[in-house]
């Protein structure tokens, strides 16, 4: 059963950066597509964007232009760089293949405030 770790969250003022990091482990992470989801308070999950096995990149329209996908298929790792950060992308963010596996990880608790 795969096992989905993500890091690198944190609080960060409007107009700020941050890397996020999820390892993956317990299944062959480089077939899958992956992606990044959020959750906010009071709304649904929501991907935010994916990434093929072969670097082919999608994202919502929320994040276009402000956040980049990208994986290491060595390390099993998939990214996701926020940058140009907005009080509306506070949420909690997870990685999962896409489409997503029943199963997530705790996620990391993203906080754009000033």
């Known amino acids: 059963q795969a096992q989905l770790v993500e890091s690198g969250g944190g609080l960060v003022q409007p107009g700020g950066s941050l890397r996020l990091s999820c390892v993956a482990s317990?299944?062959?992470?480089?077939?899958?597509?992956m992606g990044w989801y959020r959750q906010a308070p009071g709304k649904q999950r929501e991907l935010v964007a994916r990434?093929?096995?072969?670097?082919?990149?999608n994202y919502a329209d929320s994040v276009k232009g402000r956040c980049s996908i990208s994986r290491d298929n060595v390390k099993n790792t998939v990214y996701l760089q926020m940058n140009s950060l907005k009080p509306e992308d506070t949420a909690v963010y997870y990685c999962?293949?896409?489409?997503?596996?029943?199963?997530w990880g705790q996620g990391t608790q993203v906080t754009v405030a000033s």
């Open positions: 999962n293949r896409s489409p997503p596996l029943n199963s």
């Open positions: 990434i093929t096995r072969d670097g082919s990149t």
């Open positions: 317990g299944s062959i992470f480089s077939i899958y597509v």
